[in-house]
């Protein structure tokens, strides 16, 4: 079983703080792909980025970076000089390759953590 | 365009009404996906379908039910639901529902009263 564990349910900053979004994840399976979605106000959930579990290079995005760490199965988040846009809710997601290659198209979310962004 | 769009945004309805849900995707996608969402908690996947065949019912109570027209088009239909099933029903599609790398595209979402 797969499980998405984001420790952090409520982080409060202040407008330019910099501000790190944690993300554990739990599988035994060796092929798999991690998620970052935001979901603000609105209700959508917007994707904001994919990465495979053979694939390690950190990733940055304007304001944006995620750290992938496969040792210690954690996929980070952090948004650099944050804004009150940045405010919504973040998700991180799991999805795994079953074995034999077919693919179930579940995603292992996990509970979220709300980012309020004050002026 | 990686739109998702579903209508209507917000719905009432009586536990003995009959409604329905739409979503629509124009990216060629072949997977869509119905998800239920609670406030404060993550989606809940409702059902997928593949290549426009239901592939996966997590277990849905039947007074649910799921219809896919054509590859664009995603259906619920809703039938003497509960005050429980009051929720955020959200749409998704992906590229393929069979390399589970492709990522989901959402909907905004229909926000659901049942009264």
């Known amino acids: 079983a797969q499980k998405v564990t984001q420790a952090q349910t409520e982080i409060s900053v202040v407008e330019k703080e910099d501000v790190t979004l944690d993300c554990v994840y739990e599988?035994?399976?060796?092929?798999?792909?991690l998620f970052w979605y935001k979901q603000p106000p609105s209700g959508e959930l917007v994707f904001l980025i994919r990465r495979n579990s053979f694939d390690e290079q950190n990733e940055i995005s304007g304001r944006y970076s995620w750290n992938f760490q496969k040792s210690t199965s954690s996929f980070n988040f952090t948004i650099t000089a944050s804004q009150v846009v940045d405010s919504a809710v973040y998700f991180c997601a799991l999805r795994v390759i079953n074995a034999g290659g077919t693919s179930y198209g579940k995603l292992t979310f996990g509970q979220g953590t709300i980012l309020t962004v004050h002026p | 365009d990686t739109e998702v769009t579903q209508t209507p945004k917000h719905l009432v309805m009586g536990m003995t009404n009959k409604k329905s849900l739409k979503c629509e995707q124009h990216?060629?996608?072949?997977?869509m996906y119905w998800y239920k969402q609670k406030a404060k908690k993550p989606p809940e996947l409702m059902f997928v379908?593949?290549?426009?065949?239901?592939?996966i019912n997590e277990s849905v109570p039947s007074r649910f039910s799921p219809e896919c027209p054509n590859s664009s088009l995603l259906n619920l239909h809703l039938h003497a639901l509960q005050p429980e099933d009051s929720a955020l029903y959200l749409c998704a599609s992906s590229q393929d529902e069979r390399d589970s790398g492709y990522e989901q595209y959402f909907g905004p979402g229909t926000r659901l009263t049942v009264t």
């Open positions: 379908y593949s290549y426009e065949k239901l592939s």
């Open positions: 599988t035994r399976d060796t092929t798999y792909y």
């Open positions: 990216m060629g996608h072949r997977a």
